[in-house]
Structure formats: C-alpha cells, structure tokens
C-alpha cells in the first residue's frame, strides 16, 4: 500500500488521483502505524512552511518522517520541508536534505507558475527522461542547490528542481500536474 501523508497542507487530492490513474493503491493517513508499514510514502504539499511544520510537529509526524526506510518522495512544499531550513517563517525543517529554502529575490517575477525544463538529471526518477522535457511549477520559495540536488532548473537562478538522497526523494515541481512526464517520474518512484 502507498501512503500519503496528510497533514496541514493542500494538493493532496491531486496525488491521489494520480495514483489512482496510473493503477495504484493508494491511502491519505496520518496514523504513524499505516504510514510506517507502507510500501512506498509520499509527502506533498502547498502551502506555508512554519505552520506546516508546526503540524508536523504536534502529529509527532516530523520524527516519523525522518525514520522512513521505504522509498519517500516529497512534493513541492514537501522537498522545501525535507531541507534544513526555509526563509519562509524562518522555519527549521526536517533536515533530510542538507540545503536552506531560500526566497526568490525578484519579486516581480515570483511565484515561478508554469511549464519549464529540467536540466542535469540524475538517478532512477529520471530513467525515460529528457532534458527537453517540461514540468510544471508553481512556488515562491526554492531548494538551494547541494550535492543531493539529481534535477536542476534555471528561473531568475538555478535551484534544485530535485533532490535525493538513500531512500528519500523530493520535487519541487509537481509530477502530479506535469502530464506524462510526471506520469512517468512518479512511475519511476512507484516501481522503485
């Protein structure tokens, strides 16, 4: 069984959908027990940083998350919550990944909303795509890039479009709106 984790952050239905359009079952949970025992997890989200975690934290779903040892992919607000830290209500998160969520310094230009390409792609997500291919965002707030960025893409600067690392996966576009291209990344996760 996939999990999703619920919890105080929106774009969960769309994931589920997903799952469901490519033939997968899948459970919307936030009991530590059905999360812990499912064969794969995934944690999206928008929405903002600090009362997210705060969320996490009172679910004691922070410590959970950080002892997963099935193959866990982040969403969005969910890989800026995998990082160290976020500007974003000067928040300390979960501290998976080694990088600080910054916030886009052009405020004219922000949120990046859109279809745009990936560049430097590593690691079993990417197996059957190009750097040609588009996905879609839609975020004010990006990953710096680290030695666990496997994605990058170029908007005002380059950030990390995803991350991994040992079982811990993360995008900050969303697979789920990115048509077949993120049909076949999240078919890549599923199949890990």
């Known amino acids: 069984m996939i999990a999703i984790i619920k919890y105080n952050a929106g774009n969960i239905k769309s994931v589920e ?5 490519l033939g997968y079952d899948c459970i919307v949970t936030d009991s530590p027990d059905l999360i812990r025992n499912a064969s794969k997890v995934i944690f999206p989200g928008v929405g903002e940083a600090s009362s997210a975690m705060q969320y996490l934290k009172e679910h004691r779903l922070d410590e959970l998350i ?6 866990t992919l982040g969403i969005c607000l969910g890989q800026q ?3 160290s830290y976020s500007e974003e209500g000067e928040t300390p998160c979960l501290g998976i990944f080694d990088a600080k969520v910054k916030k886009f310094p052009s405020a004219e230009l922000v949120p990046h909303m859109g279809w745009n390409n990936l ?3 590593k690691g079993p997500l990417f197996k059957g795509i190009s750097n040609e291919d588009n ?3 839609v975020h004010s707030f990006y990953a710096e890039l680290s030695g666990e960025t496997v994605a990058t893409c170029n908007y005002i600067l380059p950030f990390g479009a995803a991350m991994q690392k040992d079982n811990f996966y993360a995008t900050q576009f969303h ?12 078919k890549n996760f599923l199949e890990l």
């Open 66 to 71: 950080k002892s997963l040892k099935q193959p």
């Open 81 to 83: 919550l995998m990082c």
């Open 135 to 137: 996905v879609y965002f």
């Open 119 to 121: 560049e430097d792609l």
């Open 17 to 21: 959908n997903a799952l469901k359009r």
């Open 175 to 186: 697979p789920e709106k990115s048509a077949g291209v993120g049909e076949r990344i999240l």
